[in-house]
């Protein structure tokens, strides 16, 4: 963070010097990397200027404005205008960096993280922030059990709860069982309430209130106050949810700071839009701003969209690898439920790299993926700023005919399909979830191609539910094609890589490392856990990244582009999907004068 926070300080007046009003704003320079679709380089943000609003339509269900007790995710990350952590994601790096906390220092021989408040920080009535709001949100909120939230689960470390303290009005500590540098991400989504207003409501109601009415829409959202950019103006049920301008809100010391900020003075959240709405009303310039999801690209929406841009005034961009569900394929490497045969097959990675090179990964992303996809070997997304990018397995049957030469896979019986050394025939039956149309067709391609180089592969699209049973239960399958969300914190993925996670598909629950490589990834998480160094963890992460790639537990197939449409005369509209829906983005967002263009 401190180096973040050093490179920022020296960008600032040139940031601050390039966005004087004076002078022509020239905005970012914009690349086409798939067929209409822009990217940028840019990594800092021009200063703008105030005024004008932004239209979405981005909330997937209404349930509560609590951002504490709210299921939907939509809700929460629209909340996140409203409130803010500690510490926060840096929109454009995905690092971390300042928030209500100016910096943080590791003291205690790295048991403790002592936070100094920005002592500027007043929440959208005008109140200031200070440490006892800090106590108030963790001891009587996250941390209570009968807070009808998850939180608490992400403040324990080693089955411990972590402990907070108030050193001063503006200084918080708070002791950690171990060192533990996720945690530092932790609180990037911890929001600060205010004590003055939450704390006499629950003395006179009770927790159960706060659980069930704080927030509420039809009780009214004037209580409903945080320090974040914007502050929750207007709610109305079945049309919009308006935000304005707080007017207390400033840049936070120890984070990208523009003057300014936030620009535009409202943003208007329309409600209760189904899909086709929702792209209708942005091509007729109800709405500013689309996310584009796989739904548009299966459906051919995304051509549609492309094709209307100029009529629509509208561009698409691209923001690198989502961070939702990729696309990969895994054998089983149980040896419990596995010939021993077909077991020592699975388990040596020359045959997991001859299925690879089986993969024509460039024609499932120009056929499926109408080339809205990446093709990158890493097990980390390019928005974490841990990622390394690795070159895929090339598309070589003939590679794969050479390594499955090698592994003594031959045609015994004449049948036209590979045997085992043992002569059992080389079979697999492979799995996907028929729900999803993408890892269907692909999956149809990918057993094609196996087939066509003497693997019998029988594809069965199947239940959801029952693969997931199959998974983590009864452990009987051979292959199957599935995805994972992803994350800018590796250690989110940690119960997938390490050897005795849940999730660790081709062998999981070990009670120790079933092989050397995996006993190494072990290490290496346990360490990128336990560095406060960025760093350190940035190399203990990238050689993760490598042995993984190179002893491919797990063929990675596509990564899905993270696609927006964005209304023409924004500035600032450099997309990442380091923060979700391009939230992160709004405070910096501004309405572009042409005369300034």
Known sequence: MKKLIIIFLILLPLIVIGGCRERRISGPEYHSIMEGILETDAALFYKGTRGGSMTRADLQELDILNIVTTRSWSVYTLLGLVFEGL????????????????????????????????????????????????????????????????????????????????????????????????????????HVLPRHILEP?????????FNREWGRIEKGTGDVVGTGPYMLREVIPGQHIRLTRNPHYRPRE????????????????????????????????????????????????????????????????????????????????????????KHALVSNPLFRRAVSHLIDRQRIVDEIYQGYAFIDESSERNASPFHTSIPPVSYNPDEAGVLFGQLSLTDTDGDGFLNL?????????????????????????????????????????????????????????????????????????????????????????????????????????????????????LILYHEYQHIIAREIPIIQIAVPAELYGFRRGYGNVIPSSATYNAMGLIPYLYKVDRKQR
């Not at 409501?201 to 009770?206: G, S, Y």
């Open 87 to 190: 510490l926060s994601t840096n929109p454009l790096t995905g690092e971390v960096q300042g928030g209500i906390a100016k910096d943080y220092r590791i003291v205690n021989e790295g048991h403790s993280i002592l936070l100094n408040l920005d002592e500027g920080v007043l929440f959208s009535d005008g109140n200031p922030c200070t440490a006892d709001d800090v106590l108030f949100s963790f001891e009587e909120i996250y941390m209570n059990p009968e807070v009808d939230s998850k939180k608490a689960d992400v403040l324990r470390i080693r089955d411990s709860l972590v402990t907070v303290h108030r050193v001063d009005d503006y200084t918080i500590r708070i002791d950690v069982p171990v060192p533990y540098r996720p945690f530092l991400h932790t609180l990037t989504n911890i």
């Open 201 to 209: 409501l629950i003395e006179e109601k009770d927790i159960g209130w």
């Open 254 to 341: 120890g984070s990208l700071q523009l003057e300014g900020v936030p620009y535009l003075d409202e943003i208007i959240e329309l409600l209760d839009l189904d899909n086709e709405t929702k792209i209708l009303k942005f091509q007729i310039g109800e709405l500013d701003f689309y996310d584009i999801k796989d739904i548009d690209i299966a459906s051919g929406d995304v051509q549609l969209l492309m094709e209307n841009r100029e009529k629509g005034n509208y561009d698409l961009y691209s923001a690198g690898h989502t961070l939702r569900g990729n696309h990969f394929l895994a054998f089983n490497q149980n040896p419990k439920t596995l010939s021993d045969e």
């Open 421 to 537: 050394p043992n002569g059992e025939a080389l079979t697999f039956t492979m799995l996907t979830n028929d729900d999803n149309p993408f890892r269907v067709k692909m999956g149809e391609l990918i057993a094609e191609g196996m087939r066509n180089a003497g693997i019998s592969v029988s594809f069965e699209p199947t239940g959801y539910d029952l693969i997931v049973t199959k998974l983590l239960d009864t452990f009987e399958w051979e292959a199957v094609i599935l995805g994972m969300e992803g994350s800018i914190e590796p250690n989110d993925a940690s119960w997938i890589w390490e050897s005795k996670g849940a999730l660790h598909l081709w062998h999981p629950y070990q009670e120790s490392p079933a092989t050397a490589w995996e006993g190494r990834v072990d290490v290496l998480f346990a360490l990128g856990r336990t560095t406060w160094s960025f760093e350190e963890a």
